[in-house]
């Protein structure tokens, strides 16, 4: 879409997987190009083709997949015709690889400094001293300690976010021209998440580096993204620059998917909406593929291909009827209407409670003292980075985990620290739901024996009432009955999520533990999911501990929010007096961190440091890595608690007065993209 030649071109591309005798498509004559130095994004929702198109763009070929068409073009070179050993030496050293999970990219048994040595010296770059040279460098470079201590640690000593850059690091060794990154941040908390797309903007300012930065998360791509492409099942559907993606969106696929955002603005004039139905590839017409979802589809969509066609200078769109797209509706937020029993005692109630690992004296404090209620027909949120004892204090609660302190009751009555010692009702009382549905559903079995497990062989329920209450709880979640014959691996990522609530929902739980369960989701599936949970709150009334690093989905779905860090409560209250000022310094570093489309901070809110908590001695746990500390106090002094608007409670040194001057608006915190 310019005149200038580009660094990568990627020409009609069609890429299909060996399936059964024959073969599915899975990416079908996708073409764009990537500038030197640019950032291009690519967007959709999963099995869309994204990553199968990455894969391409490093030459990689599993055995079962071929490319059926097209070509990739890198400096003028054919990726599609290279040999075996072209494409050794052009990996790593010319286009280098960010993978998703580095925590499985990293080798378990080598140490950080000889995983990086291995890369420059895999591609000749430099003898080991002078690679030391370079090691250190790159270290540095990706905003990590470079001395000896450090590069010789192993991958399991470092955090999620400094094994990330780690990654990162590998990949600029050898000085490349493209990063390709494929969900570089996708599990990574909102503040690391915030850390590594700064680091990425910030090299990329620093050293020209382009990248194909692949994810499903439209808002981050804004923050980094010159300009963004738009698969849908195997196409590309539109490609723009960043800010005409956002504020005109041409294809309806697009706008569905901005729509879904969930935005943490209280005055945003549009509420999050989930795209209609869901992807399936086996059931498309040979049109556009987009057909069975689109508001704007006519007959002819379904039987006649739509290319992909230049609008004008900077856009393309495969949508015949662009020109009527109309701008995203705007809709104020609509008030979760619920209902619950007047009863005198909490659903849940956590007092001071305290979990230890390891021996006793000498263990690590994961939580400590924490206490809240839940009352009945409430979502409770817990929110905070990875590390700060949110998923820990719901094992405790499951009885997964023993406390070390305190009680937890439910429903007024006392519960066993461990789940085998607690009754039979205690246990279908509270269900909890996994992040991963992948890992916690068995691949082997029927949905519908599935969900009824627990009703026949744990509850000791009849065969005939457990098939009613199966298909109960999957209408519940919108799903109809022909799902109970279906294996997970048939299934959505979304599909299999709703069939992890539905197996918690059967048992007629008092309460959900929800435990990051949107985090690995595309956001249209999220925004289903996120309606879907918003109905089972109006119309059962459960009551739900919601564990996230989300904060804007945390504000649409939550009605307390209590904010953890180091196993600590730092903050607590109704959900709209935790999202307005004052807050609590490590509360305003998480609601900075939140993406907001269109928008681009001039620098992340930098804490003091990436020092650890200072768990279970003096002084105030986030000191160390507080932005605003106030100086020896926050390291010698317990700090009070603080009693906020609306009965918020937050516990800091710094006066109420102090917090509320220091504060600004997070809608308030970004510059809008230059346009």
Not at 141 to 162: I, T
Not at 550 to 565: E, G, I, N, P
């Amino acid at each position: 879409m310019t005149g200038a030649t580009p660094l990568l071109e990627v020409r009609d591309l069609t890429v299909a997987y060996r399936q059964g005798g024959g073969w599915a498509c899975a990416v079908d004559q996708v073409s764009f190009s990537v500038q030197a130095g640019e950032v291009f994004g690519l967007v959709g929702e999963s099995g869309c083709g994204k990553s199968t198109v990455s894969l391409q763009l490093l030459g990689y070929r599993h055995p079962s997949t071929k490319v059926q068409q097209g070509d990739v073009i890198f400096k003028g070179r054919s990726l599609v015709g290279m040999s075996r050993p072209e494409l050794d030496a052009l990996r790593g050293d010319r286009i280098a690889f960010v993978p998703q999970n580095p925590t499985t990219a990293l080798n378990p048994g080598i140490r950080i400094g000889d995983q990086l040595v291995e890369t420059t010296a895999a591609h000749g770059r430099a003898e080991r001293a002078q690679g030391a040279a370079v090691i250190t460098e790159v270290l540095k470079l990706v905003g990590l300690p470079a001395d000896p201590a450090f590069q010789r640690r192993y991958p399991h000593q470092l955090s999620g976010g400094q094994q990330q850059r780690v990654c990162i690091a590998m990949a600029l060794a050898c000085d490349p021209d493209l990063l390709v990154l494929d969900e570089p941040t996708t599990g990574l908390d909102v503040t690391t998440q915030e850390q590594i797309v700064g680091l990425l903007a910030d090299l990329r300012r620093r050293i020209g580096v382009a990248m194909l930065y692949v994810t499903h998360d439209l808002a981050l791509l804004s923050q980094i993204a010159d300009c963004i492409g738009v698969m849908y099942a195997g196409r590309m559907v539109e490609i723009a620059p960043t800010h005409e993606i956002f504020q005109r969106p041409r294809h309806p696929y697009t706008q569905g998917l901005i729509a879904s955002i969930p935005l943490i603005e209280e005055q945003s004039a549009r509420k999050s909406r989930p795209l209609r139905g869901l992807l399936r590839r086996r059931d498309l017409p040979t049109g556009c593929p987009f057909t069975p979802r689109c508001d704007y589809a006519q007959a002819r969509c379904a039987a006649e291909r739509q290319e992909l066609k230049a609008i004008d200078d900077s856009r393309a769109v495969a949508c015949w009827r662009w020109r009527e797209i109309a701008p995203i509706p705007a809709e104020p937020p609509a008030a979760l209407a619920v209902t619950r029993p007047a009863v005198a005692v909490p659903a849940l109630s956590v007092d001071r409670v305290d979990v230890l690992y390891g021996a006793k004296g000498r263990g690590f404090r994961a939580v400590n003292g924490v206490s809240f209620d839940i009352e009945e027909g409430e979502v409770f949120a817990l929110v905070g980075e990875s590390g700060s004892g949110k998923s820990t204090l719901a094992r405790a609660i499951s009885g997964l985990v023993a406390p070390d302190g305190g009680a937890i009751k439910l429903r007024g009555e006392a519960l066993a620290p461990a789940v085998g010692d607690r009754s039979r009702d205690q246990r279908r009382l509270i269900q909890y739901i996994f992040q991963n549905p992948d890992a916690s559903l068995n691949p082997r079995a029927r949905i519908g024996e599935t969900i009824a497990r627990p009703l026949v062989h744990f509850f000791g329920m009849d065969g005939r009432r457990a098939r009613t209450m199966v298909a109960d709880a999957l209408h519940d979640v919108r799903l109809d009955l022909s799902y109970q014959e279906r294996y997970p691996d048939q299934l959505s990522g979304g599909e299999r999520q709703r069939v992890a609530i539905a197996r918690a929902l059967v048992a007629k739980p008092a309460l959900l533990l929800c435990d990051e369960i949107l985090s690995a989701l595309d956001v249209s599936v999220q925004a289903s999911i996120l309606a879907l949970l918003q109905q089972l709150k109006s119309e059962h009334g459960i009551a739900m501990l919601f564990i996230s690093h989300d904060l804007a989905v945390v504000r649409m779905l939550a009605d307390r929010v209590c904010v953890l860090y180091g196993g600590e409560v730092m903050e607590i209250g109704p959900r709209e007096a935790v999202f307005a000022p004052p807050y609590h310094p490590y509360t305003y570093s998480l609601l900075h961190a939140v993406p907001v489309p269109l928008r681009r901070p001039d620098k992340p809110i930098q804490s003091r440091g990436l020092a650890e908590p200072k768990r279970g001695g003096a002084g105030c746990v986030y000191a160390g890595r507080c932005p605003w500390q106030l100086g020896e106090i926050c390291e010698t002094e317990r700090p009070p608690w603080r009693e906020a608007h609306a009965g918020t409670r937050l516990r800091c040194h710094h006066t109420l007065e102090d917090l509320n001057a220091r504060a600004v608006s997070p809608s308030a915190r970004n510059k809008e993209i230059a346009v």
